[in-house]
């Protein structure tokens, strides 16, 4: 019979060239940076991380999930008793009926991929994604049929060589798709590469319920010899392993639905810009690109390889300086692949290497470097604030109980009112609390995310070693972003001043005063409140509850947005984007405003200065924005003598 | 309109009876009694026309209800104190004459526009103040190019070189610093005084002490005969030193002259320009109001949320000669380029004339905007910050205004032509 | 762009207003800037002073492959080394900023070159708009953004004012990789400079409006009373035309529509 040895032969074949397919792709990926991972650990973690993490991502999608499940593990089943049955003929019953459920299996997830398809959702890619579902179901069903006569259903040789011939037709259409385009650039790669990626993951700590979220730091050597290039400036520039992160994406489009950029018409759309690094890595242009564009730039224009700039030709700057870091389309994707990671190193060397931050970016670089802080206001002038609020200052007292660091807050007047209000609640719950004056320096955020990590570095130093001259128990800070830097990103410079110390965003402090009967405070007698998430305070660093409680002390039963907590929608504010302002069709705190408006609420809480400022530049009417610690204080009873 | 009514006035110094308002003021129940009273309080004349003083209606009753006699006259805006300090003003200034100096104090002034600023008197207030210090000096003001100036002896000026030949027009450092060699070997002056100025001041004085040798003193603003003290490291240091020979002065480094008249006698020069040139002044070019960075801005039309037609908005700066600014709303919706945002977070202006269209004004507008002299707004909303800040306000549309401006300034364009037409003819 | 100009742009330490750190200096970043425009890679910045000063690094990150340093201890003047530098190399064009912002700041090297060199010198230059061979076009800077055209014989001096390009942005990179040419050089002390008594600055007294009365009252009066008509006049009730007009008045009065 002539499928005895056909089918095999078939199968071996393109075993082979799969393998062919999967080196050339490793070495690919293997033109990137060298990275550390440890490989071992990581693979054996790899079927963990899959089942328990990225599936808890694609839960979201409950739909998705239970078709992934069903089609996945059923083509991993059988692929594997496609082996053992049809290229080694081990002749078991059992095998052979197993087979057959795994196909069945899989046939019944392929239906629902296919029915996604018929009418698919505008952030899925087409082209050949649309293909997939019916290679899934092709190879279902001709090795269903195949394994019939194994299962001793039909008999050996039943169908002619008619049927034969189909079949075999129908084996390397499926086959081809399954294993031969697994590592040759078709869908299934993401099977492939993201495989991998689970495995060589260069944030493994947000496995098993971690949270990874700081910058990881740019290394400008040992101070005598310069790097030759800083940041990233062509795909080999990347980590290995960033680059078989970018190779996982399933161009789902879920990063894209959630970015306030791509929402906002600004030339940025997350899934665009990894599939760009993959055109950029593996060579080529953007023409089968099937998904969305980044808006306003047609397709087809776009070219890449190995060794070429990434911003001439492949991607244009705008489209980097449009993110706004928020994080949220990391939140989003199922293949934990780090979006911002990528885009930061990408302008780090346009910050870097070519000077080119747009806007005002060069302006407030140049008056962080000179002032340190990112509007060039007198560095003596920080502690003005508070000149009525009777601080102690950590030069004087040397130690306190709580360290409250301002931020740059300091310098606006418009956070200056948070900063009293905070001081106030702290006052009237008598914490042993001190500032250190003139001697807090910009955190480094802005710097860091527009890439000049020089500066942040430099700063980070500084800080760490004035706070290193201290006592302290625990720093509070109203502003997130700085927050984020203190808890996450300055342990990467060797000082031990931050050991012990628990970093607290004051929305956590004031919910511990509050829990433990510190503050006195009456009911919140007001209209409807919502509360919008800021990005660096929920998915940065995972607090989405302390500002919930705090408002449910005061009776305030937050009317949520339907955007809140993890999906929370940025307020445009982060990242540098409102100094780099690249123009789009509207504006992020518009579109989150209006997101406020159809809670019905008449006030939205914050817990960031940052997204005080954006959510009040929209024009009025609006709701009234007011940080938590602004509504606290309100509703503050202050015991008289 | 106050100097003709003034001049209507002083035509009438002589005595005019008003008989119906003597017959009121002799009739004390007239219900217009009190206020003829007070308005001719103190000069009150009987029927012969001799002058009568009625000691009791001097003075009013104060809000406490106190009676005060206001000698000075300064709550009565009536004619006679009108009068009066027109004769004030008439009153000439004492001469201040030097004769046979001995010694020159040389002002080389900016002199924009052919008149003495602001900077230029108070430097010739310092060069007197540099003069009593020795006997007989002379303050000797140098001028170059058109001169219009009508005052110079209130300014201060004892002598005057002006140089009003075509080489010294425009911009002609060359020629200028010639002039000043000159003057320096004919006069050999005990100082020279330059305003430290843009506009053209430091450059001559640096020339000159750079051609002299001598080092100079700049940006300074106390000065007297032994010691100076100037700015130094951008503004942030002082330093004293020996007061030099030439000094280039910070405004308000003296008062200026206001007490004293002065001689302005020409001072005789012998001119004899005889450089090689190097520099050709091509003469200034014609700016596009618009391409004016927004900062350095005389005269800005500024939009905001208020503005709905655009196209009207461009062609009423065009039509006005103004540069484009805008507020933050307006730039966020794509409706001007972020160049053109004036505020806080955007650029700080110092026009001498911002009128803001439809800005209700943002606190980080109105800080923004600190540096400028008159404020105009054009808004719907009477009670806007903007509207409180303007020096004038116009409560309207914006569209209905600016279609106005247009056509007035169309309007006083085509006039000007037609002037300069009928001029050249 | 332009053929075989030899351009030199003298960079110093500058002083950031606010913080009084060293930074690179504003104008100094514009003659850079220019100098660039003018002859591209070939440009040379020199700066006399310390080669170890960082700053000199930010200058370098405009895109400057090396830097030329005259090194000179702190105090010393700077002209004659400049003077001896642009003796030995043939140069078409100097720039310099106007001012320094640190030390005297008198604004008076680019003169004393100019007039030790005798070359031409263009002060408060906004752009250079054309080099032949031998003279350029420059416009100067006026206040109020006005221009004014002046060609001038090459070789010249010119100091670069504010209203020129802006400095573009310092890169970090190639700021670190640039090679700095440390010359040494016979250096002369400034010693008139060393008699000086330098303070901080005091704040210099607001100028009071005196009021020259006659009588007592007058005085007491001008001391006390509130200047009259601080408030703004609003225009509410009247026609568009009335309220356009009033502002056109406005305008014409303050002499800013002619």
Redesign the interface.
């Known amino acids: 019979m002539m499928l005895d040895w056909l089918v095999p032969t078939l199968i071996s074949v393109l075993l082979v060239l799969a393998g062919i397919g999967a080196v050339r792709r490793m070495n690919m990926w293997r033109a990137g940076q060298a990275e550390k991972v440890d490989m071992l650990a990581g693979l054996l973690a790899m079927p963990k991380r899959y089942l328990h993490d990225l599936h808890h991502v694609v839960d979201r999608d409950k739909y998705i999930s239970r078709t992934h499940v069903a089609t996945g593990g059923g083509f991993v089943l059988a692929m594997v008793l496609v082996v053992f049955v049809h290229l080694f003929g081990v002749d078991s019953k059992i095998l052979a009926w197993a087979l057959l459920a795994a196909l069945v299996m899989m046939f019944c997830g392929a239906l629902f991929v296919y029915k996604r398809r018929i009418n698919p959702p505008s952030r899925l890619s087409k082209g050949p994604w649309m293909r997939l579902p019916k290679s899934l179901l092709t190879f279902s069903i001709t090795f269903f049929v195949l394994t019939l006569p194994a299962a001793g259903v039909l008999p050996e040789g039943f169908g002619g060589w008619l049927l034969t011939l189909v079949l075999s037709v129908l084996i390397l259409m499926s086959l081809s798709e399954m294993l031969f385009g697994m590592t040759w650039g078709g869908p299934m790669k993401h099977a492939f590469a993201g495989a991998l990626h689970l495995a060589f993951h260069r944030r493994p700590e947000r496995f098993g319920g971690g949270r990874s979220t700081g910058l990881k730091p740019v290394d400008f050597g040992d101070g005598v010899s310069v790097k030759e290039v800083l940041g990233v400036a062509k795909p080999t520039d990347f980590k290995w392993n960033q680059l078989l992160g970018f190779d996982a994406c399933v161009q789902c489009g879920r990063c894209e639905a959630v970015c306030p950029a791509f929402a906002a018409g600004q030339p940025l759309n997350p899934k665009k810009l990894i599939q760009d690094m993959v055109v950029g890595f593996a060579g080529g242009t953007d023409e089968n690109y099937a998904g969305s564009p980044y808006p306003g730039i047609d397709l087809g224009h776009a070219k890449g390889a190995p060794n070429q700039i990434i911003t001439d030709g492949l991607i244009h700057p705008d489209t980097l300086w449009s993110c706004t870091t928020c994080r949220a389309c990391v939140e989003e994707c199922p293949m934990m692949i780090e979006h911002v990671d990528a885009i930061v190193d990408m302008r780090r060397f346009l910050t870097l290497e070519k000077g080119s931050t747009p806007?005002k970016g060069a302006q407030v670089l140049e008056n962080i470097i000179a002032t340190d802080n990112p509007n060039g206001y007198a560095p003596a002038s920080r502690t003005h604030w508070a000149a009525d609020q009777n601080l102690p200052v950590m030069k004087d007292v040397k130690q306190a109980d709580v360290l409250f660091w301002v931020s740059d807050g300091a310098f606006d007047?418009r956070s200056q009112r948070i900063l009293r209000a905070f001081v106030k609640l702290m006052k009237a719950a008598n914490v042993d609390v001190a500032i250190l004056g003139d001697e807090e320096l910009d955190s480094g955020d802005v710097a860091r995310r527009l890439g000049d990590d020089a500066t942040f570095q430099s700063l980070a130093k500084r800080n760490l070693a004035t706070l290193s001259t201290y006592q302290f128990n625990k720093i509070v800070t109203t502003d997130p972003h700085a927050f984020h830097c203190l808890k996450n990103e300055y342990g990467d410079f060797g000082s031990d001043a931050l050991q012990n110390v628990e970093v607290l965003h004051h929305t956590t402090f004031l919910n511990r005063l509050v829990k433990d009967g510190l503050l006195q405070l009456e009911p919140f007698k007001g209209g409807k409140v919502t509360y919008h998430d800021p990005c660096y305070l929920g998915r940065y660093n995972g607090e989405y509850e302390a500002p919930r409680e705090l408002l449910a002390s005061l009776g305030i039963d937050v009317a949520e947005m339907e955007r809140s907590k993890f999906r929370s929608r940025c307020c445009g504010g982060g990242g540098g984007a409102p100094i780099t302002?690249i123009?789009g069709e509207r504006?992020i705190a518009d579109m989150r405003m209006e997101d406020v408006v159809s809670t019905g609420a008449s006030m939205v809480a914050v817990g960031c200065q940052q997204c005080t400022a954006m959510l009040e530049?929209v024009?009025e009417p609006r709701p009234v924005v007011k940080d938590i610690a602004e509504i606290l204080a309100g509703q503050l009873i202050e015991e008289t003598h | 309109m106050s100097d003709f009514s003034s001049t209507a006035r002083s035509l009438n110094n002589g005595v005019r009876r008003d008989p119906r308002n003597e017959w009121i003021a002799r009739n004390r129940l007239h219900p217009l009694h009190d206020s003829v009273m007070s308005a001719r309080q103190g000069e009150v004349r009987g029927p012969s026309g001799l002058l009568r003083k009625n000691p009791h209606i001097i003075g009013f009753i104060g809000p406490n209800g106190i009676k005060r006699i206001d000698?000075?006259n300064?709550s009565s805006t009536e004619l006679n104190s009108k009068k009066r300090t027109s004769e004030?003003q008439e009153t000439l200034l004492p001469l201040h004459i030097v004769e046979n100096p001995d010694g020159y104090i040389m002002v080389v002034a900016d002199m924009v526009g052919g008149r003495l600023t602001r900077h230029d008197k108070d430097i010739l207030g310092l060069a007197h103040q540099l003069a009593t210090e020795k006997a007989a000096v002379a303050v000797v003001l140098v001028c170059f190019g058109e001169n219009k100036e009508t005052q110079f002896d209130l300014a201060g000026v004892d002598r005057l070189i002006h140089l009003a030949g075509q080489e010294f027009n425009?911009?002609a450092?060359?020629a200028r610093l010639a002039a000043l060699e000159q003057i320096e070997t004919q006069f050999y002056p005990d100082y020279w005084l330059f305003p430290d100025s843009?506009?053209g001041g430091?450059?001559l004085a640096?020339?000159l002490?750079?051609?002299l040798g001598e080092?100079?003193a700049?940006?300074a603003?106390q000065v007297n005969g032994t010691q100076t003290i100037?700015?130094?490291?951008?503004?942030?240091?002082?330093?004293?030193?020996?007061t030099p020979r030439i000094l280039m002065l910070l405004e308000?480094c003296a008062?200026a002259i206001?007490?004293t008249r002065h001689q302005v006698l020409p001072l005789a020069l012998d001119v004899n320009v005889n450089t090689k040139q190097?520099?050709?002044?091509?003469?200034?070019?014609a700016?596009d109001s618009n391409?004016?960075?927004l900062a350095?801005?005389?005269?800005i039309l500024s939009a905001g949320?208020g503005i709905h037609n655009w196209d009207q908005f461009h062609a009423a700066a065009a039509a006005?000669?103004?540069t484009e600014g805008a507020s933050?709303?307006a730039v966020?919706d794509?409706f001007m380029p972020?160049s053109r945002q004036v505020g806080a977070s955007g650029t700080w202006v110092t026009a001498?004339?911002y009128?803001a269209v439809g800005i209700s004004g943002a606190?980080q507008h109105m800080q923004g905007i600190g540096q400028c002299?008159?404020?105009?707004?054009?808004n719907t909303d009477?009670g806007c910050d903007m509207?409180?800040?303007?020096?004038?306000?116009?409560?309207?549309d914006s569209e209905?205004?600016l279609a106005?401006?247009t056509?007035?300034?169309q309007q006083?364009a085509s006039l000007?032509s037609l002037e300069e037409k009928s001029d050249a003819a | 762009m332009q053929p075989n100009v030899n351009v030199i742009s003298l960079v110093s330490v500058g002083?950031h207003?606010q913080s009084?750190r060293a930074r690179r200096a504003e104008q100094d970043g514009r003659a850079v800037e220019l100098g660039l425009k003018l002859a591209g890679k070939n440009l040379t910045v020199v700066h006399a002073g310390n080669p170890q000063e960082p700053v000199l690094r930010q200058y370098a990150g405009m895109g400057l492959s090396s830097l030329t340093v005259l090194e000179q201890a702190q105090g010393c003047d700077a002209l004659p080394a400049l003077v001896s530098f642009l003796t030995e190399n043939s140069v078409n064009i100097v720039l310099t900023g106007v001012?320094s912002?640190?030390?005297?700041?008198?604004?008076?090297l680019p003169?004393?070159l100019?007039?030790q060199l005798n070359w031409?010198?263009?002060?408060?230059v906004a752009d250079i708009v054309s080099v032949s061979a031998e003279s350029a076009?420059v416009?100067?800077a006026?206040?109020?953004?006005?221009?004014?055209?002046?060609?001038?014989?090459l070789p010249?001096i010119a100091s670069v004012d504010n209203?020129a390009q802006e400095a573009r942005q310092t890169a970090f990179g190639p700021g670190l990789r640039a090679d700095f040419h440390v010359l040494a050089m016979d250096t002369v002390v400034d010693e008139?400079a060393h008699?000086?008594?330098?303070?901080?600055?005091?704040p210099?007294p607001k100028?009071l409006k005196?009021v020259?009365a006659?009588?007592a009252?007058?005085r007491m009066?001008a001391a006390t009373a509130k200047p009259v008509g601080s408030g703004?006049?609003?225009?509410?009730n009247e026609t568009?035309?009335e309220?356009?007009?009033?502002?056109?008045d406005?305008?014409?009065e303050?002499k800013?529509?002619?």
């Not at chain 3, 031409?120 to 408060?124: F, I, K, Q, Y």
């Not at chain 3, 006026?142 to 014989?153: A, E, M, Y």
Request: some cysteine.
């Open positions: 806007n007047m302002d123009p504006r530049g024009v | 000698r000075a300064l004030a425009g911009f450092p060359e843009v506009n430091a450059d640096s020339r002490a750079a051609r080092r100079p700049t940006q603003w100037c700015r130094g490291a951008s503004s942030s240091v002082d330093i004293s030193r020996a308000e008062d206001d007490r190097r520099l050709f002044d091509q003469g200034q070019i700016v391409a004016v960075p350095e801005a005389e005269f949320n006005l000669g103004a933050r709303v966020d794509g972020r001498r004339v009128v606190i002299d008159k404020v105009v707004a054009i009477a509207v409180k800040r303007a020096d004038l306000a116009v409560i309207a209905e205004i106005e401006l056509r007035l300034a006083h000007a | 002083r207003p009084g001012r912002e640190n030390g005297e700041s008198s604004g008076m003169y004393l100019a007039d031409p010198l263009v002060p408060r076009e416009l100067l006026l206040p109020r953004g006005q221009r004014r055209s002046v060609i001038v014989t010249f209203a008139a008699q000086w008594k330098i303070t901080a600055a005091k210099r100028r005196v020259k006659k009588t009252a007058d009066k703004g006049k609003i225009m509410k568009p035309e309220k356009a007009k009033a502002i056109f406005l305008l014409l303050e800013v529509v002619r």
